[in-house]
């Protein structure tokens, strides 16, 4: 199954849109499925998640497993299910066969999903995850789970995370950002230095927490957040990249030969044993650079990130009560498993 025909399966069943996660309510149950893979009228891998009041115990699991697979003869070929998550959260990575059997398949499992955890005790949150009181009135996407909040809670959330996005990338300190970033790639190059004083060897992993240090140090210290906080980084990596290496080096020979070298000597050293000291270097460059990149994938998705979240708990508010539309009856009538989907919103 493609993306666009679970996104059509979805649709019918009321779910708001998320990417490629879809948030539903059934039986008055929140829960998101997101597609994970598929092929064209094949098989489909999604997720399923629904939050619980409580630890979710494994033999819930195990009842459900064990539910779907006694009822495989009313929707198709057996669903593979995969637990991958622990925790209140009930999160299934599951495996349908092919198109034509998928929508039975979806609605059985719902069904065995949400009448399920009475059966354990279990009942939907009751705080709101944003305030944390009872009384929620909505439903929202947070994290990986549509759970219950309040409407005011989540709009007011939304509106103060996009004024500080903003407020991010217009205000702030060069002049403090970039004295947190050298502070902060000081504070990274300290498991380095400390590997070689009490080691003897340098990890080029640990490089990688310059410039991790770096920015975190410059957001830290309230360093306007746009492209300067990226530029900020690189340069104070490259800057204490050379330092963090000449400083583990002199430590490495104090140990040896219990005396510092001084600058004098060690770049006399290096143009006589480029062999033994530029390798080292460039290993820890590359690492360096490494970290380099990760900060880029956190910055690039910074602000825009923040927006796009708080946009997407707008989008996927949905009062409780509300009514829902469900494609199809699951299963023959007679039982737990077969009986027809209905919704309360």
């Known amino acids: 199954m493609t993306l666009e025909a679970f996104a059509a399966e979805m649709a019918a069943r009321g779910c708001a849109p998320a990417g490629k ?7 008055g149950w929140p829960f998101v499925a997101g597609y994970l893979n598929g092929t064209p009228g094949g098989k489909t891998v999604f997720s399923l998640n629904v939050q619980m009041n409580d630890k979710v115990p494994n033999a819930m699991f195990k009842a459900l497993r064990q539910q779907m697979k006694d009822a495989a003869p009313s929707y198709g070929t057996p669903l593979k299910l995969q637990r991958p998550l622990q925790g209140s959260l ?48 909505s439903y929202t996407l947070h994290g990986t789970a549509y759970v219950p909040v309040h409407d005011a809670c989540v709009r007011g959330t939304a509106q103060n995370k996009v004024a500080k996005a903003y407020d991010n990338e217009r205000s702030g300190s060069y002049g403090l950002g970039i004295l947190g970033a050298v502070l902060g790639g000081l504070v990274g190059a300290i498991p380095t230095i400390l590997l070689a004083v009490f080691a003897e ?30 530029i900020t980084t690189i340069a104070t990596s490259a800057l204490l990249c050379p330092v963090a290496f000449y400083l583990t080096q002199e430590f490495v020979i104090y140990r040896e030969f219990g005396e510092f070298l001084g600058l004098s000597v060690f770049f006399q050293l290096m143009a006589e044993y480029p062999g033994d000291i530029v390798p080292a270097f460039l290993q820890m460059l590359l690492f360096v650079a490494l970290g380099v990149f990760i900060v880029f994938g956190i910055v690039s998705r910074g602000n825009k990130h923040v927006v796009q979240e ?15 539309p469900f494609a199809a009856p699951a299963a023959p009538a007679g039982g737990p498993i077969g009986e027809r989907l209905t919704t309360d919103g």
């Open 21 to 27: 996660n879809f948030c539903g309510v059934y039986q």
């Open 310 to 324: 708080a946009g997407v708990s707008i989008a996927t508010l949905r009062p409780m009560g509300a009514p829902v």
């Open 90 to 137: 009930l999160s299934l990575t599951v495996t349908a066969p092919a198109d034509a059997e998928f929508g039975r398949a979806f609605d059985t499992l719902l069904t065995a999903v949400t009448g399920m955890p009475a059966n354990f005790g279990l009942t939907l949150p009751g705080a709101c995850p944003l305030c944390k009181r009872g009384g929620c009135d």
């Open 201 to 230: 060897r340098i990890s080029g992993w640990l490089c990688a927490l310059i410039p991790l240090g770096a920015y975190y140090g410059y957001k830290l210290l309230r360093g306007r957040m746009n492209t300067a906080a990226l």
